[in-house]
């Protein structure tokens, strides 16, 4: 069974850089049609996909948050990485990093982490 866990800082200032890290077991990121997102849930809000990379290492962005967030991935580690910098307040929220098999989807996922609290405050 596929796992995901996400880690990262908790707490950012605003302007700053988030670097978030999705360790995946279970299966290797570089399996065949094996899509890696990031997503994330403000307060009250919906769900917003972010980008993702995938089993080959192409990239997909968000376009609205192209200019400020960066996917990659180190296949050795089996993880995917997020950066996003510039934060601001509206950036606070849950960011989860998610699997899906087969392809691309910005909204339907096979495999979710549990989250991680992001809070952009001074």
């Known amino acids: 069974q596929v796992q995901l866990q996400e880690s990262g800082p908790g707490l950012v200032k605003p302007s700053q850089t988030l670097s978030l890290t999705c360790t995946v077991s279970?299966?290797?990121?570089?399996?065949?049609?094996?899509?890696w997102s990031w997503i994330r849930q403000a307060p009250g809000k919906g769900l917003e996909w972010m980008g993702a990379?995938?089993?080959?290492?192409?990239?997909y962005d968000s376009p609205s948050l192209k200019s400020r967030t960066s996917i990659s991935r180190d296949t050795a580690k089996n993880t995917v990485y997020l950066q996003m910098n510039s934060l601001k307040p509206d950036d606070t929220g849950v960011y989860y990093c998610?699997?899906?098999?087969?392809?691309?989807?910005?909204?339907?996922?096979?495999?979710w982490g549990q989250g991680t609290q992001v809070t952009v405050s001074s």
């Open positions: 279970g299966g290797s990121i570089t399996t065949n049609y094996y899509y």
């Open positions: 998610a699997g899906r098999f087969g392809n691309l989807c910005r909204d339907k996922m096979t495999y």
């Open positions: 990379i995938a089993y080959s290492g192409s990239l």
